[in-house]
DNA sequence: ATTTTGTGCAATCAATTGGTTGCGCTTATA
DNA sequence: TATAAGCGCAACCAATTGATTGCACAAAAT
């Protein structure tokens, strides 16, 4: 079973409940609440994203509050850093094509 | 069949041939020669990708040169936005405990 | 003109996914 | 102590995924 971030943040419900969790911790009850969708269904999606560790159960009494795990979010922006890097690159031969067409415009 | 950005990533194979079109176009041929998966396996992998609108094809006489559409890869950035504000945040929450930690051993 | 090369497309298959239902356990509450 | 609330887990199901195989077709090369 692959396990990694990218496959957490592949579904939409998943994306949602990692949004709100980053705001505060929540417990899959509350979750639920907005969602169109069970608590199983909820449950299960805090399952495969404890499993990426993108979230961590913290028992309370009965209840199991889901703490985000930013590390995790970074690295996807660790992952977007060889990107970043080629559309600056493009971005400044862009600006370049410009300044040659102003040159040529005169 | 939903489409976006987010499962074209999902795939670790999706991602490195995303890395490889991101500094130079290339064929499906030429891809599949990086990997240890058929050509028809990766074909599959740019036609989801070209759904995306991560992967853009450009005919080339026979060939299929696919080229990567950056506006895609910086939808993801945009995604992760809010997350860097709340992770710089907590570093600086981190920060002022610190602060305070060295106060206290005065 | 014939063969080879580069490719997409359809059929097929096992594995995985997202979801449901039912059950059982533990912790609060009445 | 009995009941209710908050969860996880296992079984099950339809839909999707990743990969293979076989075929067709157009563009080069011979």
New binding site residues.
Partial sequence: ??RDVF?AI??P??RAIIALIAMQAM????LAEHFH?????I??????LVECEVAI?KQ??????YEIEMKKMKEIDKWLEQFRKIWEDRFNQLDEVLITLKKHKR
């Fill in positions: 079973m692959r496959q592949a579904d419900t998943r417990t899959p009850n509350s969708t069970s608590r199983q269904a449950s299960k999606h805090l399952q495969i159960p309370q009494g009965r209840e199991i509050y």
